[in-house]
Structure formats: structure tokens, C-alpha cells
């Protein structure tokens, strides 16, 4: 079974920080890992995804990811962040040989001005 | 991007009714997701659908839950009856082969 820990449940930095939100996930098989943007009362947005290739993976708005092996994470970084990325994060991970997708917890972002 | 739709956006109905909650995928998307989602918070899956089956759900999926998409129509979610414990927002998500999901913006179900 896939599972994915995101350890910080609140982030907050001032407009032009950068920030890095983090993601663990257990698996040993092959798999997919995403992050994705929830903006409050909207549903979530793709990112982002790695699933082989380049361990940094870059997304939309200056979002990029980096997988590690080693430690089993997938840290989503973003070098100046601007108060529009005040949203919930959510990282997922999902077995490359089923469709079945598991969310972590979700980080709430507050980027201040 | 593509879109999925979500009909209704909220509904308030009286417990032990029935809700029929829809989606519409994005049109050549072949598999289909639901998940249940409480006060902005974890993202938990109830089920997924391909083929016009059920492939697999999760504990959260009750036997007074059921999910179908007829000739292609919308993809469904229907709860029955409903219960106090199944308010939440409800969402719909889509993909091609891949693990990308397409989210709709939600139904939010207030049981009452």
C-alpha cells in the first residue's frame, strides 16, 4: 500500500520568501508522484508530477519538485512566492500499474505581503 | 485545460433522502474518481471507475453509496439514504492512463 506524509499541516512566509513544502511517501514499486494546488472553495489543479528522468521536475508559476530515493521524498520548492500562492498543497502518489491515488494531508500556505 | 463539470455545486437534504450527485468528465478521459473532502481538509478516496466498472474503493464507500455511467452520460455518485456523516464536498476527477486528475470545483452536501 502507498502512503504519503506531508508533515507540515501550515506554512507561512512573507511575499517574495521562498518556501519549500515537504513530502515523504512509502512505496517499493514503481510509481507516480504529484503535487497538487487547492485554492479555498475550488477543487484541486495539477502542478506537477516525476515518475522517471530528471529527479527535478518543474511546474507551473515557478513551482518545481525534487525526488529523492534515498529519502523517500518528493519536497515541492518555490524560490519567491507571491501572495496568489496562498492555497492548500497537496502532495500524491500513486502505483504506476493501478489508478488508485493517495493524497497526503494537505499544506496550507499563507504567504503574507 | 480541460474541465470537469460538477452539477449541483451545493445541495441541503434531509437525512435518509437520496442525492444523486453528477459529473462530467472531460470528454475522452476513461477513468473516473470521487472523493470525499471535510472542512478544506484531507482528500480521501471513496472510489474509482473504468470501463464501466468499479476498479476499486475504499472503506469510506458504503453500501449506501453507488456510482455509474450510463451510455457515457454523466458519472454519477448516489447516495442512499443519506446520513449526518456524509457532509462534506464531494469531487470528481478524471484521467487518461497516467495518474494526471482533472478535478471539478466540488458538491457540497450539507445533510441535515
Known amino acids: 500500500t502507498q502512503t504519503v506524509s506531508q508533515s507540515d499541516a501550515h506554512v507561512t512566509v512573507f511575499e517574495g520568501d521562498s518556501v519549500e513544502l515537504r513530502c515523504n511517501y512509502s512505496y517499493g514499486g514503481s510509481i507516480y508522484l504529484s503535487w497538487y494546488i487547492q485554492h479555498h472553495g475550488h477543487g484541486l489543479q495539477f502542478l506537477l508530477k516525476?515518475?522517471?528522468?530528471?529527479?527535478v521536475v518543474q511546474g507551473v508559476n515557478g513551482f518545481e519538485a525534487e525526488f529523492s530515493k534515498s529519502d523517500s521524498s518528493f519536497h515541492l520548492r518555490k524560490a519567491s512566492v507571491h501572495w496568489s500562492d496562498s492555497a492548500v498543497y497537496f502532495c500524491?502518489?500513486?502505483?504506476?500499474?493501478?489508478?488508485?491515488?493517495?493524497f497526503g494531508d494537505g499544506t496550507q500556505l499563507v504567504v503574507k505581503p | 485545460g480541460p474541465k470537469v463539470l460538477q452539477i449541483p455545486s451545493h445541495q441541503i437534504i434531509d437525512m435518509g433522502q437520496m442525492v444523486t450527485l453528477n459529473c462530467d468528465p472531460v470528454s475522452n478521459h476513461l477513468y473516473f474518481y470521487w472523493y470525499k473532502q471535510i472542512l478544506g481538509q484531507q482528500m480521501e478516496f471513496l472510489v474509482n471507475f473504468y470501463n464501466g466498472k468499479v476498479m476499486e474503493k475504499s472503506k469510506l464507500f458504503k453500501d449506501q453509496f453507488s456510482v455509474e455511467r450510463p451510455d457515457g452520460s454523466y458519472f454519477t455518485l448516489k447516495i442512499q439514504p443519506t446520513a449526518l456523516e456524509d457532509s462534506a464536498v464531494y469531487f470528481c476527477?478524471?484521467?487518461?492512463?497516467?495518474?494526471?486528475?482533472?478535478f471539478g470545483e466540488g458538491s457540497r452536501l450539507i445533510v441535515v
Open positions: 500524491a502518489v500513486s502505483a504506476s500499474d493501478n489508478n488508485r491515488i493517495f
Open positions: 476527477a478524471s484521467s487518461l492512463p497516467g495518474n494526471t486528475l482533472y
Open positions: 516525476y515518475y522517471s528522468g530528471n529527479p
